[in-house]
């Protein structure tokens, strides 16, 4: 049998994670009993959801156990099995986590999908075509719910799942508005993923100067707001929120470090009678084809052009997580393993 090297969670964060939270192991992967499947990893995903996972904390998942392999999704290739629904050679997409290979109970609901590379990369059913633009999707459609002519906004606009709430809004004739970190994505979000205007966070100092940067872009107010960042973003964007406003929640990455992310003007969500919703997408398993058949669309189509920032190797996993974590990844965040 292969050798499998796995990323372990060896302690928790105190305060910002490091690459001393990690360990790196080699281990034999087991024989397969009958109905499991040897995947061959190709790709990881990495995403900020695995930072609060890190933490011994009540959150909506349970944490990451120490001294086990991180979770993360993965894309990869049958690489023997004894289930007769998967063939060596199929490629196929699952959770097997920070590891080079896994050994998945195929007869386990939703734990192994088959994949169609002919149209889609295989590395995009990690991002666009994958978890990240169903959790667009979601927040979109079923929570900001727009019509034609409504003006969205998205923070970390250019990430795996801002890019796809991009492509998303456009197709239902949205006016959408990107903030993301720096000019280079800011240029990316309306030259290649068709934003109307992407605005430059790093330029403002408080939520005012945003604020005063988020009426120019969007004269009209904003009907809706996807949060993947909270803090100063959300306080600006509270402040041009129209009444009836919907407010999709699905990541807070400026606590993710354990502080506390006070609002400033709570009052606004009163004020402007606003719908504010958390959600998990891992919940509302009954939307994805659906999701996943737009957005497989949208990427054959050529009008969700998605980019990937790849590491190379397991070792180099723990890095390049706590590089996205500051926003160093432009796109998607992947680990080659091949």
């Known amino acids: ?62 944490s990451q156990p120490l001294g086990e392999v991180m979770i993360g999704g993965t894309v990869g290739v049958v690489a023997e099995s004894k289930h007769p629904r998967y063939a060596v050679g199929d490629q196929v997409v699952g959770m097997g986590g920070w590891q080079e290979y896994s050994v998945v109970d195929a007869e386990q609901p939703g734990a ?67 903030i993301a970190g720096g000019p280079e994505k800011c240029r990316y979000a ?38 993947n960042v909270g803090g100063m973003v959300l306080d600006a964007v509270l402040l041009r929120m129209n009444a009836f406003g919907r407010i999709a929640v699905c990541g807070m990455i400026a606590g993710y470090d354990g502080q506390p992310l006070p609002l400033a003007n709570p009052a606004l969500i009163l004020v402007n009678r606003l719908k504010v919703e958390g959600f998990i997408v891992s919940e509302h398993m009954e939307v994805w084809p659906e999701a996943l058949k737009e957005l497989g669309t949208l990427v054959g189509s050529g009008k969700l052009r998605p980019r990937e920032t790849v590491a190379q190797g397991i070792a180099s996993a723990p890095e390049a997580f706590l590089g996205l974590l500051k926003g160093k990844n432009f796109g998607k965040q992947l680990v080659k393993l091949v």
């Open 1 to 62: 049998m292969p050798t499998n090297r796995q990323i372990l969670l060896d302690n928790r964060p105190k305060g910002e994670a490091t690459v001393d939270n990690f360990k790196l192991v080699s281990t034999e992967t087991p024989p397969l009993k009958d109905g499991q499947v040897l995947v061959r990893h190709h790709f990881l995903s990495l995403d900020p959801y695995m930072r609060g996972r890190m933490n011994d904390s009540k959150s909506y998942a349970a």
């Open 112 to 178: 192994l999908r088959k994949v169609d590379t002919t149209h889609v990369p295989l590395s995009h059913y990690l991002g666009a075509v994958g978890m990240p633009g169903v959790t667009a999707w979601y927040g979109l459609v079923k929570i900001i719910n727009p019509k034609a002519g409504d003006t969205v906004v998205v923070s970390a606009a250019t990430g795996a799942v801002g890019s796809a709430f991009g492509a998303l809004a456009k197709a239902r004739g949205c006016r959408a508005v990107g």
């Open 190 to 227: 309306v030259e290649e993923l068709g934003f109307d205007a992407c605005i430059d966070y790093r330029l403002h100092k408080d939520m005012y100067s945003l604020a005063k940067a988020l009426k120019e872009a969007c004269p009209n107010g904003i009907d809706g707001y996807f949060e």
